[in-house]
């Protein structure tokens, strides 16, 4: 075989990964972006972005936006068209999949997480509206994932051997005491800003144990 003639397929497909890389959120903007935990359904990423900053264009999966503070994001798209996202702390959005910069144009920096759903696989999972001892306050639904907002009251409690069969990531929105244990790993203090993955069918079990209603947020996947 001539390696001649291989050296432009080569040198295409370097170019074709160099692009990808340069397209994924943390290598492009790693002062913005950073991993908190990947596994094969979902990416979550913490975001901080300054006062003024612009991001470098990048490139998101279907994911899940929670602000802890409040935010007024500018997103420019490829085709130069702008839209503006105002949020409030403690707020979530569904973002669907795309190619973006952003600057922050408000007058606080943004603090927050997102969860990149990887997979593309029909939804196969109904999720409950309603959970004992628990408030529940939708931010979006629709085909591939749910956002709520959850209340957990001080007695609330799922005892071990819970199972669901939708995949969650829940992620605290203050400091709290919640003893949850996915399959003999186990997290009691969070700080907000934590986040954990519970997958569908996962034998879990979680209890609040700090005595007083805390709000947590649940990215559930169909």
């Given at each position: 075989?001539?390696?001649?003639?291989?050296?432009?397929?080569?040198?295409?497909?370097?170019?074709?990964?160099?692009?990808?890389?340069a397209?994924?959120?943390?290598?492009?903007?790693?002062?913005?972006?950073?991993?908190?935990?990947?596994?094969?359904?979902?990416?979550?990423?913490?975001?901080?972005?300054?006062?003024?900053?612009?991001?470098?264009?990048?490139?998101?999966?279907?994911?899940?936006?929670?602000?802890?503070?409040?935010?007024k994001?500018?997103?420019?798209?490829?085709?130069?068209?702008?839209?503006?996202?105002?949020?409030?702390?403690?707020?979530?959005?569904?973002?669907?999949?795309?190619?973006?910069?952003?600057?922050?144009?408000?007058?606080?920096?943004?603090?927050?997480?997102?969860?990149?759903?990887?997979?593309?696989?029909?939804?196969?999972?109904?999720?409950?509206?309603?959970?004992?001892?628990?408030?529940?306050?939708?931010?979006?639904?629709?085909?591939?994932?749910?956002?709520?907002?959850?209340?957990?009251?001080?007695?609330?409690?799922?005892?071990?051997?819970?199972?669901?069969?939708?995949?969650?990531?829940?992620?605290?929105?203050?400091?709290?005491d919640?003893?949850?244990?996915?399959?003999?790993?186990?997290?009691?203090?969070?700080?907000?800003?934590?986040?954990?993955?519970?997958?569908?069918?996962?034998?879990?079990?979680?209890?609040?144990?700090?005595?007083?209603?805390?709000?947590?947020?649940?990215?559930?996947?169909?």
């Amino acid at each position: 075989m001539n390696k001649i003639a291989l050296l432009p397929a080569l040198m295409v497909s370097l170019a074709v990964a160099s692009t990808a890389a340069a397209q994924d959120p943390i290598s492009s903007n790693p002062k913005v972006y950073s991993l908190v935990f990947e596994n094969d359904v979902v990416r979550v990423l913490h975001v901080g972005v300054a006062p003024g900053q612009k991001t470098v264009v990048h490139e998101h999966p279907d994911n899940a936006v929670v602000v802890f503070t409040g935010s007024k994001m500018r997103f420019t798209g490829p085709d130069g068209k702008t839209q503006d996202a105002a949020m409030k702390p403690n707020d979530a959005m569904w973002s669907p999949a795309g190619k973006h910069f952003g600057e922050n144009i408000g007058s606080g920096a943004i603090d927050g997480v997102i969860v990149e759903l990887k997979s593309n696989k029909a939804p196969t999972a109904t999720i409950p509206t309603s959970r004992p001892a628990a408030t529940l306050t939708e931010a979006f639904d629709n085909p591939r994932a749910r956002g709520v907002r959850m209340t957990l009251q001080p007695d609330f409690a799922e005892p071990a051997g819970t199972v669901h069969d939708f995949d969650q990531v829940v992620i605290a929105l203050e400091p709290a005491d919640i003893s949850l244990d996915v399959e003999g790993k186990t997290k009691t203090h969070w700080m907000r800003g934590d986040a954990m993955f519970i997958g569908r069918g996962m034998k879990h079990a979680s209890k609040n144990t700090g005595g007083k209603a805390v709000d947590v947020f649940i990215v559930a996947i169909k």
